[in-house]
């Protein structure tokens, strides 16, 4: 599916995919990916099978949309913004993927080997797209190009927080901001560079 705001689509659209997202997450808590079948959601969500082929393309559309639309409603109820005038604001962009991946992989339990793809895909896209708004404000007149910065950026953080899920004894959120942010800062302020200087050149 396009990556269409959701709030410029039609409200029985936007209402119809939330029906669709629905049943495929009630039959996700019952049968694997693999088990689902493109009737039984539509049974669940009570369409047919063509309403379902007009909104998504097949079932893996389905579960990227659904994963999309969970991390892009979870930035905007944090009001997650990223103006390019503050660092310190990346903390709560890395915060949020922390607690997102974490949620989300305790609802994918099992079935990592179908969620993985999609949910690498809608965290490097969309914190990507956040952190590029405001990089490209030119803030930090550092010399790089804020669309491979912010690309470099997001691939980090969701690397980072990955690992650090998949660890025996993950860290608790703030202990994980703290320390990648501390990673990442020299990304987007250059060695040499003190944040106060980077201000300055603002």
């Known amino acids: ?109 099992h079935e990592h080997s179908h969620c993985d793809p999609f949910i690498q895909t809608v965290v490097h896209s969309q914190v990507e797209r956040v952190l590029f708004k405001g990089l490209e404000k030119g803030a930090f007149q550092t010399g790089r190009s804020p669309s491979l910065v912010a690309a470099t950026l997001s691939w980090a953080i969701y690397g980072a927080a990955t690992a650090a899920l998949h660890e025996e004894n993950p860290p608790e959120p703030e202990t994980f901001v703290n320390e990648i942010f501390e990673l990442v800062l020299p990304i987007m302020i250059p060695p040499g560079m003190s944040m106060v200087e980077e201000h300055a050149h603002g």
């Open 1 to 109: 599916m396009s990556e269409i705001c959701e709030k410029a689509l039609d409200p029985r659209v936007r209402r119809t995919r939330q029906m669709l997202r629905d049943a495929m997450v009630t039959l996700f808590a019952t049968k694997s990916f693999d088990a689902i079948s493109i009737q039984d959601i539509a049974e669940q969500a009570t369409v047919n099978r063509a309403t379902f082929y007009a909104h998504y393309v097949d079932k893996t559309d389905l579960l990227a949309d659904i994963l999309r639309h969970r991390f892009v409603s979870l930035l905007e109820a944090r009001e997650v913004r990223f103006d390019g005038t503050c660092p310190s604001a990346l903390k709560v962009v890395i915060l949020a993927v922390y607690d997102f991946l974490k949620e989300t992989y305790i609802h994918c339990n």
